[in-house]
């Protein structure tokens, strides 16, 4: 009884919607779409040729304003919107013809895009937060597409200009220049297949949830009509088709491709398709909801180290693992944190994060008089009593030490093949001063001469006349491996962890299993794989380290 009363309820909304529009109505809608669906000309492909290019170009200057822009311009959603109405209609020839103006103005904009972003600067090869935003999309996405598809096809089937002020709207909504424009950006800089990949998924999702809502609209508004199905037989009998839907009919046997059959068979091939784009994008949802929660629950127990008058956070590193997370946290503080303290931390961390979290703890020594002497290196104001506040800085100000240390160190003066990749600062006693230690790569470890020529330069550029320099030399020299799991491996995975301006390059013999060089490489979070095919190197595989110069 509740069934029927629902079947009657959604036939008479359906008559509803239908009486919106007449038979004339829905004649000039159909005209209309598939005219501008299988436009084929010039201004066509300039258009979308210009959309993309102003799309690369926002994006490589991280301008959302311009990326807009080329949203607004972009003629794509046309073509796609005459696919949904291809199916509803079920005309399998105009069907054919718009997928192929979708699948050749897709390839069009990452071609454009790619060859754009090639021949710019490497200062604008960088991912920008408008191009990482595209490259891991959800299932809300997937939302957003096909409330987006609805609004297009509303204001299609809208006669007159009654929905006319939506349509710059709608075009922004749809967003389907970007993701193709991020795509032929990660070809254009090296083929970066995250981003790449990412990014073809987003527009797949769009390209989706456009197809199937517009659709869903389209049968709802009765454009199935009789009236419509014969000025659709007309239309191709008439030959008024564009010029690429001309060419495309001189298909062997695609003019005898009439309507095509069930409904509700294109519905669900239409749903398939939805679903099957709806599991990456749930798996990437999942992801980013875990990596949400993860650092949350690390930022919560590192609270327990943020004493007042006692220690602060210098620095934290987390790195996701597929089944459990390690943290690195640095904290400078005035009493030693035990064993116990770090197994707080894990339990803590892990019960917020529902799975495993790892901590490794570096602790630097600080004295009762290093939060003043900090301070005062910070800039810090002493209160208008005269006495020493004894508060520990915030990290923001940390944060800023850190960065004009690291500044301090770019602008030492050294031997050409002498790099510094990172620095430790150790508070001393008002009688010691600080001892900052740095770590360097070289051909060959620092004469003392040259020790304390380095010290001297970096005490003068961070005004600490009375400033204590140490060094730690990292070697160059390349190792030769015989395993995954060999030592030297944990050994070159602790120094990339630690000094971010370290990578690994691996040189492998090209007789050598691809599967056996991945699995060293995913120890690693920067690494460059070398293909050696001398037949010295037979068989072999070694592993050196690779300073960036700041």
């Given at each position: 009884?509740?069934?029927?009363?629902?079947?009657?309820?959604?036939?008479?909304?359906?008559?509803?919607?239908?009486?919106?529009?007449?038979?004339?109505?829905?004649?000039?809608?159909?005209?209309?779409?598939?005219?501008?669906?299988?436009?084929?000309?010039?201004?066509?492909?300039?258009?979308?040729?210009?959309?993309?290019?102003?799309?690369?170009?926002?994006?490589?200057?991280?301008?959302?304003?311009?990326?807009?822009?080329?949203?607004?311009?972009?003629?794509?959603?046309?073509?796609?919107?005459?696919?949904?109405?291809?199916?509803?209609?079920?005309?399998?020839?105009?069907?054919?013809?718009?997928?192929?103006?979708?699948?050749?103005?897709?390839?069009?904009?990452?071609?454009?895009?790619?060859?754009?972003?090639?021949?710019?600067?490497?200062?604008?090869?960088?991912?920008?937060?408008?191009?990482?935003?595209?490259?891991?999309?959800?299932?809300?996405?997937?939302?957003?597409?096909?409330?987006?598809?609805l609004a297009g096809a509303a204001v299609t089937v809208s006669r007159g200009k009654r929905l006319s002020g939506a349509i710059p709207g709608v075009a922004v909504s749809v967003a389907l220049v970007p993701p193709l424009a991020v795509a032929g950006y990660g070809i254009g800089i090296g083929w970066n297949w995250l981003i790449i990949r990412g990014s073809l998924l987003l527009y797949t999702a769009n390209l989706a949830g456009i197809v199937m809502s517009a659709m869903?609209?389209?049968?709802?508004?009765?454009?199935?009509?009789?009236?419509?199905?014969?000025?659709?037989?007309?239309?191709?009998?008439?030959?008024?088709?564009?010029?690429?839907?001309?060419?495309?009919?001189?298909?062997?046997?695609?003019?005898?491709?009439?309507?095509?059959?069930?409904?509700?068979?294109?519905?669900?091939?239409?749903?398939?398709?939805?679903?099957?784009?709806?599991?990456?994008?749930?798996?990437?949802?999942?992801?980013?909801?875990?990596?949400?929660?993860?650092?949350?629950?690390?930022?919560?127990?590192?609270?327990?180290?943020?004493?007042?008058?006692?220690?602060?956070?210098?620095?934290?590193?987390?790195?996701?693992?597929?089944?459990?997370?390690?943290?690195?946290?640095?904290?400078?503080?005035?009493?030693?944190?035990?064993?116990?303290?770090?197994?707080?931390?894990?339990?803590?961390?892990?019960?917020?994060?529902?799975?495993?979290?790892?901590?490794?703890?570096?602790?630097?020594?600080?004295?009762?008089?290093?939060?003043?002497?900090?301070?005062?290196?910070?800039?810090?104001?002493?209160?208008?009593?005269?006495?020493?506040?004894?508060?520990?800085?915030?990290?923001?100000?940390?944060?800023?030490?850190?960065?004009?240390?690291?500044?301090?160190?770019?602008?030492v003066t050294l031997p050409d093949s002498v790099v510094i990749v990172g620095s430790d600062l150790a508070l001393g006693d008002s009688i010691s001063g600080p001892l900052l230690t740095y770590a360097y790569t070289s051909r060959d470890s620092l004469t003392e001469d040259a020790q304390q020529m380095v010290r001297g330069q970096i005490a003068h550029s961070l005004g600490l006349p009375r400033l204590r320099a140490g060094a730690n030399f990292v070697s160059l020299a390349?190792?030769?491996?015989?395993?995954?799991?060999?030592?030297?491996?944990?050994?070159?995975?602790?120094?990339?962890?630690?000094?971010?301006?370290?990578?690994?390059?691996?040189?492998?013999?090209?007789?050598?299993?691809?599967?056996?060089?991945?699995?060293?490489?995913?120890?690693?979070?920067?690494?460059?794989?070398?293909?050696?095919?001398?037949?010295?190197?037979?068989?072999?595989?070694?592993?050196?380290?690779?300073?960036?110069?700041?």
């Amino acid at each position: 009884m509740i069934g029927d009363v629902t079947v009657q309820k959604l036939s008479a909304f359906r008559r509803k919607i239908r009486g919106w529009l007449d038979g004339r109505d829905r004649v000039e809608i159909f005209t209309e779409t598939a005219v501008a669906s299988t436009d084929a000309s010039p201004a066509y492909w300039s258009l979308l040729i210009l959309s993309g290019a102003i799309a690369a170009l926002g994006l490589a200057l991280d301008s959302a304003a311009v990326v807009i822009g080329a949203m607004l311009i972009a003629p794509l959603l046309a073509p796609v919107t005459g696919f949904a109405l291809a199916l509803a209609i079920g005309d399998g020839r105009l069907a054919l013809e718009t997928a192929l103006v979708i699948v050749l103005s897709t390839v069009s904009v990452v071609l454009v895009t790619a060859l754009l972003s090639f021949a710019l600067p490497v200062t604008f090869q960088a991912i920008t937060q408008e191009i990482a935003s595209r490259t891991r999309p959800t299932t809300l996405d997937l939302g957003v597409a096909a409330f987006s598809g609805l609004a297009g096809a509303a204001v299609t089937v809208s006669r007159g200009k009654r929905l006319s002020g939506a349509i710059p709207g709608v075009a922004v909504s749809v967003a389907l220049v970007p993701p193709l424009a991020v795509a032929g950006y990660g070809i254009g800089i090296g083929w970066n297949w995250l981003i790449i990949r990412g990014s073809l998924l987003l527009y797949t999702a769009n390209l989706a949830g456009i197809v199937m809502s517009a659709m869903l609209v389209f049968l709802v508004a009765g454009m199935r009509q009789e009236e419509v199905l014969e000025k659709d037989r007309n239309w191709h009998g008439e030959g008024q088709a564009a010029a690429l839907a001309v060419w495309v009919e001189r298909i062997p046997g695609l003019r005898s491709l009439g309507l095509m059959g069930s409904v509700w068979a294109r519905i669900g091939l239409v749903a398939v398709f939805v679903a099957l784009v709806a599991i990456p994008l749930s798996q990437s949802l999942r992801e980013i909801a875990r990596e949400s929660r993860v650092k949350r629950a690390v930022s919560t127990a590192a609270q327990r180290f943020s004493a007042p008058g006692r220690s602060f956070v210098v620095r934290q590193q987390v790195e996701i693992g597929e089944d459990r997370t390690r943290v690195i946290l640095d904290v400078a503080t005035t009493k030693w944190y035990g064993d116990s303290v770090r197994v707080a931390f894990e339990k803590h961390a892990s019960a917020i994060a529902r799975e495993p979290v790892l901590l490794t703890l570096e602790q630097v020594p600080a004295a009762s008089g290093d939060i003043s002497q900090l301070s005062a290196m910070l800039g810090a104001q002493a209160p208008s009593s005269g006495r020493i506040a004894r508060t520990a800085p915030t990290r923001v100000r940390v944060e800023s030490l850190r960065d004009e240390i690291a500044y301090s160190l770019s602008d030492v003066t050294l031997p050409d093949s002498v790099v510094i990749v990172g620095s430790d600062l150790a508070l001393g006693d008002s009688i010691s001063g600080p001892l900052l230690t740095y770590a360097y790569t070289s051909r060959d470890s620092l004469t003392e001469d040259a020790q304390q020529m380095v010290r001297g330069q970096i005490a003068h550029s961070l005004g600490l006349p009375r400033l204590r320099a140490g060094a730690n030399f990292v070697s160059l020299a390349s190792r030769e491996i015989s395993s995954p799991i060999a030592a030297v491996v944990d050994t070159f995975s602790v120094l990339t962890l630690r000094f971010s301006r370290l990578s690994v390059e691996i040189r492998a013999a090209s007789d050598i299993p691809r599967e056996r060089v991945d699995s060293v490489r995913v120890r690693f979070r920067r690494s460059t794989v070398v293909i050696d095919s001398t037949k010295a190197f037979a068989g072999r595989i070694s592993l050196g380290l690779v300073p960036e110069r700041p």
